[in-house]
């Protein structure tokens, strides 16, 4: 069946209802960690209240959400909560904690507790809405909350008034099944309360991420976003550490298998806590006009490139640095590049560093006591960190004692003191009371004049100015100074750039860039102008529909001229032929077409329309499709340019306009892509079986609906 895609994003939309989240959360088995995703969606109702009170600013989230605006007398938009009794006590600490937490990165926003015998004292709770904290046995299960405020909202659990709340607050629920009161929980759903919706769901989140929809438990949790709105703050793209990025493995079907991974296959996993970057969209949202009732926190940049932004570095707030959080890529905000991070406590007397922090955990040094090594007791029971057999170990089961033992992660090393850094996915650090603040910029410490000089907090760095470097590296040294860099074009040469003969080679800096020419097809996207495919000027479709032998059904389909959809080529179809002649009863019909649908990056194979037709249409069936490829403008023909099962051969080459570029012609193309003639006949001797059916098309069709009013998509199975 087909997946259903809702614009803008959303689990769940029944009539106004906006809602996000069912507790996508990850479980520890074994030995090893397993992320594995348990999916409760809950239903919802009223999300809009009866003011319409819809933000006009543009972000993430924030355009068609309901924001809060009611505010306290420091000036700052109050965001009140409470939590219901029958929360456990541990639980509800650790809900408090979190929600103060948030304040320190909210800007003009905070966050005001009211206690639950207080929620109906008018005086004690002037505020009309807030949200109330719910466990599984009150909201049916699953960590969720509306996009936005919402008036009244408990996911068809009845009015809240029944639960001692105002009528116009909403739930917000939490469930031991996905990490219950965690950081990352309470921090996540309250910013899907604030207007925000999922990072992965950016009309852009395709650039940076495979997305295996047919392994998620629930595939509208990965519905692209198509509001082109995300996209207009060029201050915050893409970012895979958002607290409001699902980890690969979240909502897996099998838990082996990711469902989202990195452009290179590469997993990742879900962030602790909101990130510097979602401070400031929230901000950006909130508080452009509200300079006066809030200072803005000191942020620096992180040294180290985005994770999956290429050249980008991200803003990182300075009070972070040192904070036992990861919060720039490679953990630079931790580990000394942004300043050495001064020991809370005191060494042991082996130099080791006495307190660590572990995600959530604090570990402190317990002393000699695991076959003569030292080891770690943190705050919750049997949480232990301690080193056997050449690994240093992560646990909640305590020391081990005969036998197996199981740990959450470890990282291979036999030093007397546990290393500081990255295990495995996970880090350890040595908790610490700040950085080393002093400016070692000012006066220039003695950067060359090819340097300049950046401050760090346990000094200063002499990067190297555009076009320079020193020896190969970015940095310079007492021994090695930034020179300038000898210019090579590369694209003089071919031997010196790897471009396909049908790509244009761009010279840069120390370096190059590919692009394939007009009217080719990269098929390579990760790697631009290595595989330029050509263009089809007429393409033949055909498909085999006998139950055995041979019966092939084709159509031959040529580019409309000019073209009817932006850049994007279109076909219109004719010749439809079967390769038996007494079949002629399941020829193809035409009129058909190929044409590309923008709003989903997909190219249909359409039967009985036109491409004007289809363009112009709402409600469309389809008998293929192919996935559309970045900065192509015309489908991918041969092996591999199936349209489903129906197979492509190009029967000739499109030709651009004449330019300075050599144009395509059949000599300079890939041995496996020529021009191919139509099959018409069967193969001789070979007994067919047709299909069974009607006369006509065998094949079975779907349905695209665009309501282009709305904004969004769906498709369907007929």
């Known amino acids: 069946m087909w997946p259903t895609l809702m614009f803008p994003y959303i689990l769940i939309f029944f009539g106004n209802a906006i809602f996000a989240d069912s507790g996508i959360r990850p479980q520890v088995k074994g030995q090893r960690q397993i992320r594995k995703g348990i999916l409760e969606p809950p239903d919802v109702q009223n999300n ?8 006009t600013r543009q972000g993430r989230g924030f355009k068609t959400h309901i924001k809060w605006t009611e505010t306290d007398s420091d000036g700052k938009i109050v965001i009140p909560f409470s939590m219901h009794e029958n929360i456990p006590e541990q639980e509800q600490l650790k809900i408090f904690k979190h929600m103060g937490r948030m304040n320190d990165d909210l800007g003009c926003v905070k966050t005001v507790y009211v206690a639950k015998p207080d929620l109906l004292n008018s005086v004690r709770n002037p505020w009309r809405n807030g949200i109330l904290f719910v466990w599984p046995d009150i909201s049916g299960g699953g960590c969720w909350s509306s996009v936005g405020k919402t008036d009244g909202n408990t996911g068809n659990n009845g009015p809240i008034t029944k639960h001692g709340t105002p009528e116009h607050w909403q739930f917000l629920a939490l469930d031991p099944s996905c990490t219950g009161a965690s950081q990352r929980s309470v921090e996540h759903e309250m910013l899907h309360a604030l207007g925000f919706d999922h990072e992965h769901n950016r009309p852009d989140r395709d650039t940076y991420l495979n997305v295996d929809t047919n392994n998620a438990q629930y595939p509208s949790e990965y519905t692209l976003s198509k509001e082109a709105s995300w996209l207009k703050n060029d201050d915050y793209p893409f970012e895979l550490e958002s607290v409001m990025t699902y980890c690969s493995f979240c909502g897996a079907l099998d838990p082996k298998v990711p469902v989202m991974t990195l452009k290179n296959s590469e997993t990742f996993s879900e962030s602790i806590r909101m990130t510097t970057t979602d401070s400031l969209q929230l901000i950006w949202g909130y508080c452009q006009d509200m300079e006066k009732v809030f200072q803005n926190k000191e942020t620096t940049k992180c040294p180290t490139e985005d994770r999956v932004v290429t050249g980008f570095h991200r803003d990182v707030y300075v009070d972070r640095i040192c904070d ?16 050495l991070c001064i020991p809370a406590i005191p060494q042991t007397a082996s130099d080791c560093c006495a307190s660590l922090l572990i995600r959530d955990y604090t570990c402190n040094y317990k002393g000699n006591d ?3 090594r030292i080891s770690y007791e943190c705050h919750e029971e049997n949480v232990v960190v301690f080193s056997y057999g050449g690994n240093w170990y992560f646990t909640k089961k305590g020391l081990p004692g005969e036998g197996a033992f199981y740990y959450q992660f470890s990282v291979e090393s036999d030093t007397t003191c546990p290393p500081i850094g990255k295990w495995g996915d996970d880090y350890v650090f040595c908790k610490s009371s700040g950085p080393d603040t002093e400016n070692g910029c000012d006066p220039n410490p003695g950067c060359s004049a090819n340097a300049n000089c950046v401050d760090l907090y ?6 190297c100015k555009y076009g320079f470097e020193a020896n190969g590296k970015s940095v310079e040294t007492n021994d090695d100074l930034c020179t300038e860099i000898p210019q090579v074009n590369e694209c003089d040469k071919k ?3 790897t471009c396909h003969k049908n790509a244009i080679c761009t010279d840069t800096l120390n370096s190059y860039t590919c692009a394939c020419m007009e009217g080719f097809t990269d098929t390579d ?4 102008g290595r595989s330029c ?3 089809c000027q007429s393409i033949q479709i055909s498909k085999n529909i006998a139950t055995s032998g041979s019966l092939i059904i084709s159509v031959i389909c040529d580019k409309v001229e000019p073209n009817n959809n932006d850049n994007y080529f279109s076909y219109d179809c004719h010749s439809s032929k079967v390769s038996v002649e007494k079949y002629n009863q399941h020829a193809l019909p035409v009129p058909a077409t190929i044409v590309y649908i923008q709003q989903i990056n997909k190219w249909f194979f359409m039967e009985d329309i036109t491409s004007s037709q289809a363009l112009a249409s709402t409600s469309l069936s389809y ?15 041969g092996n591999e340019g199936k349209f489903s099962d129906f197979k492509t051969n190009c029967l000739e080459y499109y030709v651009p306009p004449k330019t300075d570029t050599k144009p395509a012609t059949i000599e300079n193309q890939p041995d496996t892509i020529k021009p191919s003639t139509v099959v018409t006949d069967a193969p001789a001797g070979v007994e067919i079986t047709p299909p069974s059916g009607p006369t006509g098309s065998t094949e079975s069709s779907a349905v695209i609906t665009v309501m282009s009013t709305f904004t969004f998509l769906i498709l369907h199975s007929l």
């Open 48 to 55: 809009i209240d009866s003011n319409n009170n819809y933000d």
């Open 623 to 637: 008998l293929a499709f192919q996935d559309g490829l970045a900065d192509s403008f015309c489908p991918v023909i």
């Open 495 to 497: 031997k010196l750039n």
């Open 458 to 463: 346990d000094g200063y760095r002499c990067d």
């Open 525 to 528: 996207t990760a790697n631009p």
């Open 370 to 372: 695991f076959e003569g």
């Open 324 to 339: 036992g959080f990861v919060d720039c890529p490679d953990a630079a905000d931790e580990l000394g590049e942004l300043g």
């Open 533 to 535: 495919v050509p263009c």
